[in-house]
């Protein structure tokens, strides 16, 4: 687009220097016009014939064509319709073969797309290369376009294209001039540049030794810089007279008409048709039309003499003086629209070269043009939000403020509050006003202060329809007219589309930092490849998956540095990368995909990988986001285990087994076996040792059972300390044995301070017609039956084994309980109490301070002085002692006893707080003798204890407050002690 316009600037450069002689052509033109009217009375009396019109009436065939928006002069839009030389040259050809063209305007992509599809006939204005040979047919070219050389005026080394080799030539990037350059190897010493006036500037400055450009451009350029020292190199003509450029062979654009491949037949109208308008003067007219500033200065006066006679024809005077008139209107008009068109591009031009901090800056400028160009006092552009219907003033012309004498000067307003400079929004067209002094109703009239308006113009600047903007011109010395308002519009619409694209370019670069970001900075992989297979991009969670960092995989081939493979190697995985280059659709990869690292560790992976497209939905590449779900498919594996399983045995659960009773419960099975299971003495186990000790006992059941049972077998947790066994295809003496097997095997098991025993119940169902549920609940029945009788022994067994840890915890514990014993017996013995409760006594004596197999070593011997924490930890001694024994038969006649030796006559032991009487006597009996035992004999915290008397004084002197009165009494009194 930079370089269309500094070519059109170049085309307009020639204007004024040819001003006479397009008015000259002008009439030449116009005498030709009036010449054809006798031909066109000629041309109506024919067609007023009815066999005539008849004739000609015949239908014409409609080719499809289209133009870009804004190529001028070859293609440019006027009151929105496709306009310019290349226009009107296709529609003069076709109107000489008989065709019908329909126009339409869009953007180069689109139509030349259309074309190749077949949706357009033939496109007016396309420059012919190889390329583009492949897929349209050209007629010859009716228009080609040159470049020269230009080198300062003392410089005489280079006067030919050959003596361009070994010199520092400059050229623009991009342009034609750069690719003819590098096609003639002048690449050695080769600047290139970002503009012309850049380039022309560092000629003329002394630097480097020539620039390549087309010819307009570079005269266009040397004249508004204002060069003296820089010419286009010249050579003399063929008749040896005049100096020409000297133009450069393989540096020029061949302009033709183009047709879809194939069309062989509209090709050869076309070429036809251009033969015919070429000769008939039609192509002459058009150029003179649209290349005004191309035509030859030199005027052809015999030709002129020629039409100045047959002016003098009688018969056309008036018409002739009448057409001259209106041709000097016409030419004035038309000069002033060159002259606006010709400043209006430069505006353009130097909006799209400049750079600007603001939107606001940028209608700034556009602003103050719009006053040059116009030649207007004052000016102001305000923008207006359609969804508010505000306006705000963005620009304004200098010295309008201080002109503007208004006390209170606002800036923003709401439509409905504006007079008559908001018609052109509310009308939604231009308005303009040459007296401003006559009255108009839609005047809301001056606030004081304002700046007097003379003459005022209004436009509305729109964008998709919605008016974003309106701009006011004002105080101008003569009348506006409808090319201001052109010329305006043309600009304003040119200057925001030319915003609104730089906005979405920002935009689009912000989104595209923003996704580039998230892809980068995601928690999954990201790699992404280009339609050659090599990696472009991949994020810092793909380097580290794959082991390669980022610098080292770009440019790889993908699969170098993703190595997939499946899970199972008898099964290969399918690539997803390769299946969205082939298919263009997104992918899913397998759940079973195992990526290899560099290291050769190797991750699960889980996602997806997708094709990348641009807006016209070609695919540019794939991006492959995955995960690592090797961690997250252990847990899925563990979750679903657990699901089945009892987490502590390992065994099946519950719900499983009920499963498998079901699928089992058919007559292949039969006879079918359930085995009831229970653990004797695990809550007393428990108690004594911790759920530690306890959960070990369940643990070695389960590793008992897959000792015993056979591989069809399925043992699992039923809940708590029971077991179940499902037995398919097994009798009910194969189960006996089975069951003695595994009572056979707790025997030889080590379990540490518990005692594995289990109870066994079992029932077999034979045939169909026993349910299984029954069958279930016959081997619970015989199980607790079981149970009953062996459970006692089991705890009293267990009972034994916690004395003997705690004994072999703390020896002291062992010699203390003793002598607790034979003292309590002396004092039962005293009270006269019976053999029977004097055993009982006896048993509770041993047994009182059985709680404390759960108090730690360390705090019964501790030397110190016990923390009070420790000391709480020995006051849960009495209940733990009685839950052990109220979980034994054998021994719940004395857990009363064991629960309140701490017990104080006041009330103020531990750990019911119960005093006197409420106390049992078997516990008042244990408390003297404990304490008795605990003063006289040596202690972890004491080496020697209380002599007898002073002992006995410490029982007298707390007799009725901590001891039974009554009982201290009978201890001294039978001198027990």
């Known amino acids: 687009m930079i370089n269309f316009y500094k070519t059109r600037l170049c085309f307009n450069v020639c204007y004024f220097t040819n001003f006479f002689w397009r008015l000259v052509m002008k009439v030449r033109i116009r005498i030709m016009m009036l010449l054809g009217l006798i031909g066109a009375v000629l041309c109506f009396y024919i067609t007023a014939n009815p066999l005539t019109a008849h004739a000609m009436a015949a239908p014409k065939q409609v080719l499809k064509s289209a133009t870009e928006y804004d190529y001028p002069p070859f293609s440019v839009v006027t009151d929105g319709q496709a306009d310019g030389f290349s226009v009107e040259l296709l529609q003069a050809v076709a109107n000489e073969m008989g065709l019908t063209i329909e126009f339409k305007v869009d953007h180069w ?33 009716y228009i080609v376009m040159r470049g020269n050389i230009f080198v300062r005026q003392d410089d005489t080394k280079i006067t030919s294209e050959a003596d361009l080799y070994g010199k520092e030539i400059i050229v623009m990037k991009g342009d034609n001039a750069q690719d003819y350059a590098e096609s003639m190897h002048f690449t050695d010493n080769l600047i290139l540049v970002d503009t012309y006036a850049e380039a022309f500037s560092l000629l003329s400055s002394g630097s480097h030794d020539a620039v390549l450009a087309q010819s307009l451009v570079g005269q266009k350029l040397i004249n508004d810089l204002n060069i003296e020292n820089i010419e286009a190199v010249t050579r003399l003509s063929d008749d040896g007279v005049e100096r020409v450029k000297v133009s450069l062979s393989g540096f020029e654009q061949k302009f033709c008409f183009a047709v879809k491949e194939g069309d062989k037949e509209l090709l050869a109208a076309l070429n036809e048709g251009l033969a015919i308008v070429s000769e008939n003067g039609t192509y002459e007219a058009l150029y003179i039309k649209w290349f005004p500033f191309l035509v030859d200065p030199k005027p052809d006066y015999t030709q002129i003499a020629i039409y100045f006679l047959s002016a003098l024809v009688a018969v056309f005077v008036v018409l002739l003086l009448f057409s001259f008139i ?18 209006r591009n430069t505006i353009m031009f130097n909006v799209m070269n400049q750079d600007y901090s603001s939107v606001t800056d940028r209608l700034d400028y556009v602003l103050n043009e719009l006053i040059k160009m116009t030649g207007s006092e004052f000016g102001y552009i305000y923008l207006f939000d359609e969804a508010t219907n505000q ?58 202060g304002h700046v007097k308006l003379d003459k005022w113009m209004g436009v509305p600047v729109f964008a998709d329809s919605h008016i974003v903007a309106t701009v006011g011109l004002a105080n101008r010395p003569i009348d506006y007219d409808e090319n201001d308002i052109y010329q305006v519009t043309a600009l304003m619409s040119g200057v925001w589309n030319m915003i609104e694209k730089s906005k979405y370019r920002d935009e689009l670069e912000i989104e595209k930092n923003k996704y580039l970001s998230t892809l980068v900075s995601i928690g999954d992989g990201v790699l992404v490849v280009d339609l050659n297979e090599r990696i472009e991009l991949i994020n810092k969670v793909c380097a580290e998956m794959t082991g390669w960092t980022e610098a080292e995989a770009k440019g790889m081939y993908y699969q170098e540095v993703l190595r997939l493979s499946h899970e199972d190697p008898n099964y290969e995985i399918i690539d997803p990368v390769s299946t969205v280059l082939k298919s263009g659709l997104p992918y899913e990869i397998s759940n079973h995909a195992i990526l290899t690292a560099r290291d050769g560790q190797c991750y699960l992976l889980e996602d997806s990988a997708s094709p990348i497209n641009n807006q016209y939905h070609e695919m540019l590449g794939v991006v492959l986001v995955f995960r690592d779900v090797t961690q997250k498919r252990a847990q899925s594996r563990q979750i679903e285990y657990l699901s089945f399983h009892d987490a502590l045995t390992g065994l099946y659960n519950r719900r499983f087994f009920e499963a498998e009773m079901g699928r089992l419960d058919t007559p292949r099975n039969y006879p079918l076996t359930i085995i009831m299971a229970d653990l004797n003495g695990l809550k007393l186990t428990n108690d004594a040792f911790g759920h530690h000790h306890g959960d ?87 199980m607790y039956k079981r149970k009953m009788s062996e459970s006692q022994g089991v705890r009293g067994l267990t009972i034994k084994t916690i004395m003997n840890t705690l004994y072999e915890k703390s020896p002291r514990e062992e010699s203390h309980s003793h002598r607790v014993k034979d003292l ?154």
């Open 109 to 141: 992509a689109t139509i030349k797309a259309e074309l190749e599809d077949g949706q357009l006939d033939v496109l007016p204005l396309v420059g012919y290369s190889a390329e583009r040979d492949q897929y349209f047919d050209f007629t010859v070219p």
């Open 326 to 343: 209106m041709i000097r209107k016409e030419v004035k008009r038309q000069t002033a629209k060159l002259e606006n068109n010709l400043f």
């Open 391 to 448: 306006l705000t003033l963005n620009s304004w012309s200098k010295g309008v403020m201080s002109a503007c004498l208004v006390a209170e000067k606002k800036t923003v307003y709401q439509l409905d509050s504006v007079g008559i400079w908001g018609e052109v929004i509310r009308q939604r067209k231009p308005l303009i006003i040459n007296d401003f002094s006559k009255p108009d109703p839609l005047k809301k009239g001056y606030p004081q």
């Open 696 to 782: 070990v006992l369940l643990k070695q059941t389960a590793t008992l059972f897959r000792t015993c049972l056979r591989a069809d077998d399925i043992a699992a947790r039923w809940g708590g300390d029971e077991f179940v066994i499902l037995m398919p295809q097994t009798t009910a003496d194969e189960a006996q044995k089975i069951v003695d097997r595994m009572n056979q095997g707790c025997s030889q098991l080590e379990t540490g301070n518990g005692i594995l025993s289990i109870a066994f119940g079992w029932d077999t169902k034979t045939d169909h017609s026993m349910n299984l549920e029954a069958v279930f609940k016959n081997a619970e029945e015989y």
């Open 824 to 977: 309590a017996v002396k004092i039962a013995t005293a009270l006269h109490f019976s053999p029977h409760r004097i055993d009982d006594i006896a048993t509770l004596g041993l047994l009182h301070d059985i709680g404390k197999i759960i108090v730690s070593g360390d705090i019964l011997e501790k030397p110190q002085r016990l923390t009070e924490a420790e000391y709480n930890e020995i006051k849960k001694h009495p209940a733990i002692g009685y839950r052990m024994l109220t979980a034994t038969n054998e021994f719940a006649n004395i857990a009363k006893g064991v629960l309140s030796h701490h017990e104080r006559w006041d009330g103020t032991g531990y750990p019911s707080g119960i005093k006197g009487d409420d106390i049992p006597i078997e516990s008042r009996i244990i408390t003297i003798a404990d304490a008795y035992d605990a003063m006289t004999a040596s202690r972890p915290y004491r080496k020697n204890g209380l002599s007898v008397e002073k002992a006995k004084q410490v029982l007298i002197d707390c007799a009725g407050t901590q001891f039974d009165p009554h009982i201290v009494a009978i201890l001294i009194k039978e001198e027990i002690i």
